[in-house]
């Protein structure tokens, strides 16, 4: 019985990520496209017009290639890396923070870092950055106004170590033993906003691939911790 409520679970996230996908691809091109369009508009654009639009445009094309992998996903199978190379994680997680800010300010909390100079390591940019986005995005809907989210890093020996702690709604101890799995939500996330489901349990695939770990660990009405742990140097899967 276990075994068909996954199967049926799992063919439900395809039929997800397919009708998503194709329904996401559309709009976005369009706004890509008007956003080029404004930006050759050199004389008339102040800097800081310029700055919003390349911003539009960088998180336009990084939805466009996640709905491309969600696509991928539900025609041939997902693959968590595809692209690894030697990158700084530091400019990532701020990058990640600042795409949350205006979201974190609107909701009155309040997203600080607290991060090193440097801290270089192997891994596939796109897929590392689609997981931080969903962790962080995750702790910022889910904490109340007046609450707080802390996004750090640090090496422990050769592992990255990067920790997001929010004082968000919380996970009850019977759903936190099933936030990875296919489609879940707790009761507490389904009453506070909207969603699918979808993202932890990709994001820990995407992890296990680099050789990490990504544990959570929740108290329910005091917040919640993710803790991503990450070898510097990956070892391709055989």
């Given at each position: 019985?276990?075994?068909?409520?996954?199967?049926?679970?799992?063919?439900?996230?395809?039929?997800?990520?397919?009708?998503?996908?194709?329904?996401?691809?559309?709009?976005?091109?369009?706004?890509?496209?008007?956003?080029?369009?404004?930006?050759?508009?050199?004389?008339?654009?102040?800097?800081?017009?310029?700055?919003?639009?390349e911003?539009?445009?960088?998180?336009?094309?990084?939805?466009?290639?996640?709905?491309?992998?969600?696509?991928?996903?539900?025609?041939?199978?997902?693959?968590?890396?595809?692209?690894?190379?030697?990158?700084?994680?530091?400019?990532?997680l701020?990058?990640?923070?600042?795409?949350?800010?205006?979201?974190?300010?609107?909701?009155?909390?309040?997203?600080?870092?607290?991060?090193?100079?440097?801290?270089?390591?192997?891994?596939?940019?796109?897929?590392?950055?689609?997981?931080?986005?969903?962790?962080?995005?995750?702790?910022?809907?889910?904490?109340?106004?007046?609450?707080?989210?802390?996004?750090?890093?640090?090496?422990?020996?050769?592992?990255?170590?990067?920790?997001?702690?929010?004082?968000?709604?919380?996970?009850?101890?019977?759903?936190?033993?099933?936030?990875?799995?296919?489609?879940?939500?707790?009761?507490?996330?389904?009453e506070q906003?909207?969603?699918?489901?979808?993202?932890?349990?990709?994001?820990?695939?995407?992890?296990?691939?680099?050789?990490?770990?990504?544990?959570?660990?929740?108290?329910?009405?005091?917040g919640?911790?993710?803790?991503?742990?990450?070898?510097?140097?990956?070892?391709?899967?055989?």
């Open positions: 019985h276990d075994i068909t409520a996954v199967t049926e679970a799992e063919r439900e996230l395809e039929r997800i990520a397919a009708v998503a996908s194709h329904e996401l691809r559309h709009p976005l091109t369009v706004i890509i496209g008007h956003a080029d369009l404004a930006l050759e508009e050199e004389d008339e654009l102040t800097p800081k017009i310029r700055e919003h639009l911003t539009i445009l960088s998180a336009s094309e990084r939805m466009l290639g996640i709905a491309s992998t969600m696509l991928q996903r539900s025609r041939s199978g997902f693959t968590p890396t595809q692209d690894r190379r030697s990158f700084d994680l530091v400019p990532m701020a990058a990640v923070s600042e795409a949350f800010a205006a979201s974190a300010r609107e909701q009155r909390v309040t997203l600080e870092t607290d991060l090193p100079a440097h801290l270089r390591m192997d891994g596939d940019v796109f897929r590392l950055r689609q997981v931080l986005d969903n962790i962080v995005s995750n702790a910022v809907k889910y904490t109340p106004a007046g609450g707080s989210v802390r996004v750090s890093a640090s090496l422990d020996g050769d592992t990255a170590v990067i920790v997001v702690t929010d004082t968000g709604i919380g996970i009850a101890s019977e759903d936190l033993e099933h936030v990875f799995d296919p489609l879940f939500r707790s009761t507490r996330a389904q906003a909207p969603g699918t489901g979808l993202g932890l349990g990709i994001a820990r695939e995407i992890v296990t691939a680099h050789g990490g770990t990504l544990t959570v660990t929740s108290e329910l009405g005091h919640t911790t993710v803790t991503l742990r990450l070898p510097r140097s990956v070892t391709p899967e055989s």
